[in-house]
């Protein structure tokens, strides 16, 4: 009995080696991913090197340069208010909504409090909730319509509100 429980543990610690071997094998084996050709070529000049890797080739400095000098970071992303045109006599949300929150971005988002009826809303540009459709938010003003009417809200402390 004890003969066979030695040739039992001989046959385990086997398999157990064997499956190590082949667990490390797989696990250290070099990755099919990105691949990195490193190979001299015979348009270059001897002896350079030209690494063929998955990647964009980076363009030079200057090219990056200029596009960071054209770019006004502080202008609004959204277009001009000039097209659009608020209703007569309604320039202001009913007192029951509230805007309390907006997000600038693509699409631009706003986000409107009723208290009666104990809702919140998010409301993307072009989107409607509750009777409110944002049409687009500008500098220091939010431009949407409410149950048909154009309004414009002027935010505080923006360049415009007083």
């Known amino acids: 009995m004890k003969n066979i429980l030695t040739l039992v543990q001989i046959v385990l610690v086997v398999l157990l080696t064997a499956s190590l071997v082949y667990t490390g094998a797989y696990v ?3 990755s099919g991913g990105v691949s990195i050709d490193v190979t001299d070529v015979n348009d270059e000049p001897e002896g350079e090197i030209v690494l063929n890797a998955i990647m964009p080739v980076a363009e030079p400095y200057d090219v990056y340069m200029d596009k960071i000098v054209s770019r006004d ?3 609004s992303v959204a277009p001009s208010v000039s097209a659009f045109v608020p209703s007569a006599g309604e320039s202001e949300l009913p007192v029951n909504l509230k805007i309390v929150g ?3 971005g693509t699409p631009s988002e706003i986000i409107v409090e009723d208290s009666s009826a ?14 409110i459709t944002l049409q687009r938010i500008s500098d220091g003003q939010v431009l949407l ?17 007083s």
């Open 28 to 30: 250290f084996r070099p």
């Open 73 to 75: 970071i502080f202008s």
């Open 102 to 104: 907006i997000v600038v």
């Open 118 to 131: 104990h809702q919140t809303y998010f409301i993307l540009e072009g989107q409607s909730q509750a009777g």
């Open 145 to 161: 319509s409410f149950q048909g009417k154009n309004i414009v809200v002027q935010l505080k402390g923006s360049r415009d509100s």
